[in-house]
């Protein structure tokens, strides 16, 4: 029997891959929403309770996103020639008048926190410009500062029409709560805990002390909440995202540059786990395979990496036809459907597994066949709304693919997460080689002929356009100062940002 998943009509993308990841909460929402969740339970940090999940009370500093993203009066304030105390003054009251009430009706700490009236149109300043979307057209209480610190992390809110304030699934959907759960899960979990613990919440950096100098005390939501559900004990995907953030953090780099990579290696690994998982639905064995091309100009690559890309985009489709289809070829199923009563029993048999049909729904069908049909129509259509979006969106969003000087999207790696990459699997340096089979087989990304080997056997490409696509990379990589050419036929790849362990031992 299956776990009854709460607030769930039916359930099946939530079996496969967990509730829940969506295609609207991009990767450094995820991180936003996983910190939210660590902050919380900062004491004992991935210590999981008996059923294996986690509970947490949000932040949700209503006083500090007002201050930055509902305030459109602070530079028109600033610009008059006042004094300082009729600045303060003027503002305060345009302020109020057009703000929420949840805690900030008293913002007389600001004017005593502040020397003067400009520092603290500065600090607004400074701090809107570094926030995530800060100039999208996103409601003010859904848009999100930088993670300078605990005191940065607030969840997702809407507000009502009545000014009650409540917790919002479209940007914050759960996905950076089973982000939690995965590295709870993770071997090495307990360690990297410790780790994020020291390096990211630190409340005495500059930049979180302003963070806290304009949110005053810390609000809260008044009740705590369990995380989703996410029906894997262990993974080795689990695995490697742990590893690959206690790579980056070991890096010589602050924490705050860490951050950027770290939301691009955790959306490349949340998408494998994604297609992943999409593979073990439909009893495919066979690892992931991401055939990148290294854009330079048109290659037999190009629609390698476009084939790639369109099989990919169909596994999560592919997995959910197979996880309700698989229930036909159950003894259960053909027991059920031979019985007197065979919808009703049909339907017990879905209800357990899937909480579907209600008896509603029940009453309009005739045969099992039919039940079977329309759950399956049901759940496509739902899949297709959000998660069934994800291998696009994500992809997009990470760096992954691209559209340029094609028609269709394909694999074709940006700059920047070329550089997470090294960042991620290369210490110190490491031989060229070695990095593209290490890169292969972490996370499935094909480039070379040693690499694509198989299409080479398969005849879907020849060797010298793989070894072209292969020299491509390493022209690139040199470029940005990762690859140093010690012959023509010796390159290592090295990392900037060396880890603190190997400098030290130098």
């Known amino acids: 029997m299956k776990q009854v998943i709460k607030d769930v009509d039916f359930a ?5 891959w967990g509730h829940r990841l969506y295609d609207e909460q991009l990767p450094h929402l995820t991180i936003l929403e996983f910190l939210t969740v660590f902050a919380s339970n900062l004491s004992a940090p991935f210590e999981l309770n008996q059923s294996g999940s986690a509970r947490y009370k949000p932040q949700r500093q209503i006083r500090l996103r007002g201050l930055l993203f509902n305030n459109p009066y602070v530079e028109t304030i600033r610009a008059k020639q006042l004094p300082d105390i009729e600045k303060w003054k003027q503002w305060e009251e345009l302020f109020l008048s057009d703000s929420s009430i949840l805690g900030d ?6 004017s005593k926190t502040f020397e003067s009236f400009d520092d603290f149109a500065k600090a607004v300043e400074l701090l809107r410009s570094s926030a995530f979307e800060g100039n999208s057209n996103k409601r003010w209480s859904s848009k999100f500062v930088f993670p300078f610190g605990p005191d940065a992390l607030y969840e997702d809110l809407r507000f009502e ?13 759960r996905t950076g709560e089973l982000l939690y759960l995965m590295l709870a ?82 959306g490349l690994n949340l998408l494998l786990y994604f297609l992943e998982c999409s593979k073990t639905e439909v ?3 066979e690892p992931v395979q991401i055939v990148c091309e290294i854009i330079k100009e048109r290659s037999k690559v190009r629609a390698l990496s476009g084939d790639s890309y369109q099989a990919n985009q169909a596994l999560s489709i592919r997995a959910i036809r197979a996880s309700i289809g698989n229930i036909r070829s159950t003894e259960e199923w053909g027991i059920a459907s031979k019985s007197d009563n065979s919808v009703g029993a049909c339907s017990d ?6 909480q579907w049909p209600s008896p509603e729904e029940e009453s309009k ?47 074709a790696p940006s700059d920047s997460l070329l550089k997470t990459l090294v960042i991620a699997v290369v210490k110190d340096r490491m031989q060229f080689d070695e990095f593209l089979s290490e890169i292969r087989r972490r996370y499935g990304l094909v480039v070379g002929d040693a690499e694509g080997e198989w299409l080479i056997m398969e005849k879907k490409v020849d060797q010298e356009a793989l070894s072209e696509n292969r020299l491509n990379l390493e022209n690139r990589l040199v470029g940005l100062g990762l690859v140093r050419r010690l012959s023509d036929s010796c390159s290592f790849v090295e990392n900037p940002f060396i880890s603190q362990e190997v400098a030290n031992v130098d």
């Open 12 to 16: 099946v993308d939530e079996h496969i």
């Open 105 to 110: 009706d008293d913002l007389s700490y600001l």
């Open 161 to 173: 029409a009545s000014g009650a304030a409540a917790n919002d699934r479209r940007f914050f959907a």
């Open 185 to 266: 899960r993770a071997k090495d979990g307990s360690k990297l805990g410790a780790v994020i613990a020291d390096r990211v919440f630190n409340n005495l950096a500059p930049m979180n002390k302003l963070v806290k100098a304009l949110q005053g005390e810390t609000q809260f939501a008044q009740n705590d909440k369990e995380v989703g559900y996410l029906p894997h004990s262990a993974h080795r995907r689990f695995d490697i995202l742990c590893e690959d953030w206690l790579e980056i953090l070991s890096r010589d780099l602050p924490v705050y540059d860490a951050l950027e990579h770290l939301i691009s290696i955790t």
């Open 283 to 285: 009893g495919d064995v």
């Open 349 to 354: 048999l879905l209800r357990v597994r899937h």
């Open 365 to 411: 069908i005739s045969t099992p066949d039919d039940l079977l049909k329309k759950f399956i129509e049901m759940a496509e259509s739902r899949h297709q709304q959000h998660i069934g979006k994800i291998h696009a969106s994500w992809a997009r969003a990470i760096g992954l693919s691209s559209r340029y000087q094609s028609r269709r999207n394909r694999y």
